[in-house]
């Protein structure tokens, strides 16, 4: 017996037995091989845009100190300077052209200076140059200006900035540094706004006056110095105001207003010829001879606290950093009660300690005691402008005048009534050479336990010169 099937019944049944029996790994394979053939077929049709593969030569072009690399900057107002060239490009430009913009470079000399030769040395001194790079539109008052050593540029910068140029006739790319290592924002100012011009002629020279570098350096200092610096700095610019010439037109009307003493004229006539401290030789006290103000300024006073401020601390004072006299009166500054007293009789140790310091440092046997001396420098500067050292050595006159000063000190410290013998120790020399000085200031010697006590009388009475007489 035969049995005979539809033969389309047959083909539906396998069909669909067959497609219920795919897996879903074989689904997913033929899926992946349809679009391999895809991509595989889009490859083979080129591309409108692709552009052509160019095999080119590297090059690395090094920094020369003598040539300025190239500078790169940005306009984050949206000015494009390249506006002109794109009319010019079109086919029937509708406006006139422009002219393009003026740019202009400025470098600090100085610094180029010192980078040309750091740079030797060291790679790192290129970085340090200060640029300033101007773009000015033709026939607008604003300008374009960025610099390296402000603002955005002042910034952390983690990475190196290069300029890449590609010539295809050579098929050549050349990576070369661009100036400052640094990519300029051009911010729009209004030309003049800064006097731009001065400030660029500085900026191109570098150099500056003492007088700018001292207020700038004032000027740093106001606004970031600790208090203490502060304070010093406007006693300074106090003392400073006979410079200003507001103040010394103020100062020579109230001079003419002044009424004149002829004594005191004709008393402080003889200052430079005795060599001693400005005296009034009708005084009628000690005080009046020798103003002491006349030695110690005003401004002076606050800077030279040192002996004081041991005292209030309970400190003791070192032998080897003051002079003998001083040492031996420290106890008496500790038995004043009155704090106004103590705090000017020591200011008046401190003066006398600078002025043999001063004068040790510039003499030959003394200088090794006064090495580690710090001076004021309100101080120091008072004594180079009044004894003028001449290199290492004082001249003759002027130790004459120093000592002079030290000695009316002296007389101040001990009430007018004091022994040359520890002072004669300080100054070394010989007593007999201090007695023939304190002489010279109208001083008396007396007699008293053994020793000479020096005096001062008023009215001061100085030693006529003693005449010669011819030998027949």
């Not at 090059?59 to 494009?80: A, C, I």
């Not at 008046?348 to 710090?374: C, E, P, W």
């Amino acid at each position: 017996m035969g049995m005979e099937l539809d033969s389309s019944h047959l083909l539906v049944s396998e069909s669909s037995q067959t497609a219920s029996k795919k897996s879903k790994k074989k689904r997913k394979r033929e899926k992946e091989r349809d679009d391999g053939a895809a991509a595989s077929q889009l490859q083979i049709e080129p591309t409108i845009n692709e552009q052509p593969r160019l095999d080119v030569k590297l090059e690395l072009v090094n920094n020369q100190v003598d040539k300025t690399p190239p500078v790169v900057g940005y306009f984050p107002s949206g000015y494009n300077p390249h506006k002109t060239n794109d009319i010019n490009d079109a086919q029937e430009p509708i406006l006139p052209l422009a002219a393009p913009p003026s740019v202009k470079l400025y470098r600090n000399a100085q610094r180029a200076k010192v980078e040309k030769s750091s740079s030797e040395k060291n790679e790192k001194g290129r970085t340090s140059e200060r640029l300033e790079l101007v773009v000015s539109p033709n026939g607008s008052n604003v300008e374009f200006v960025g610099n390296s050593y402000k603002g955005e540029a002042m910034a952390a910068q983690l990475c190196t900035y290069a300029l890449g140029v590609l010539d295809k006739a050579t098929q050549t790319l050349k990576i070369m540094p661009i100036a400052g290592n640094k990519i300029l924002r051009l911010e729009p100012k209004l030309r003049g706004s800064l006097a731009a011009d001065k400030e660029h002629a500085n900026f191109e020279n570098g150099e500056i006056t003492a007088e700018q570098r001292a207020a700038r350096i004032r000027q740093l200092n106001v606004q970031y110095g600790p208090k203490k610096s502060i304070i010093q700095d406007k006693k300074m610019q106090a003392l400073r105001k006979g410079d200003d010439p507001l103040s010394q037109k103020d100062l020579g009307r109230k001079i003419e207003n002044a009424p004149i003493n002829k004594d005191a004229l004709e008393s402080t006539s003889g200052h430079s010829a005795r060599n001693i401290p400005p005296y009034n030789s009708s005084a009628i006290t000690p005080q009046e001879a020798y103003p002491l103000d006349g030695i110690i300024l005003t401004g002076e006073w606050d800077f030279l606290e040192d002996i004081y401020k041991i005292l209030q601390v309970g400190g003791e004072v070192a032998s080897n950093a003051y002079p003998t006299f001083v040492c031996n009166r420290i106890q008496k500054l500790r038995e004043i009660q009155d704090e106004v007293e103590k705090k000017r009789l020591s200011c008046i140790f401190s003066y006398i300690t600078h002025l043999i310091k001063f004068k040790d440092q510039h003499s030959m046997d003394g200088v090794a005691s006064a090495r580690n001396h710090q001076f004021p420098s309100i101080i120091r500067q008072k004594f180079f402008e009044m004894f003028n050292p001449e290199t290492r050595r004082l001249s003759v006159d002027k130790i004459d005048l120093l000592i002079s000063y030290v000695l009316v000190l002296t007389l101040y410290a001990d009430d007018f009534r004091t022994f040359p013998a520890d002072v004669s120790n300080d100054l070394r020399m010989n007593p007999a050479t201090v007695k023939s000085h304190y002489r010279n200031l109208g001083c008396k010697m007396e007699r008293e336990k053994n020793k000479y006590l020096v005096t001062l009388s008023v009215p001061l009475e100085f030693p006529q010169p003693k005449r010669k007489f011819r030998k027949r």
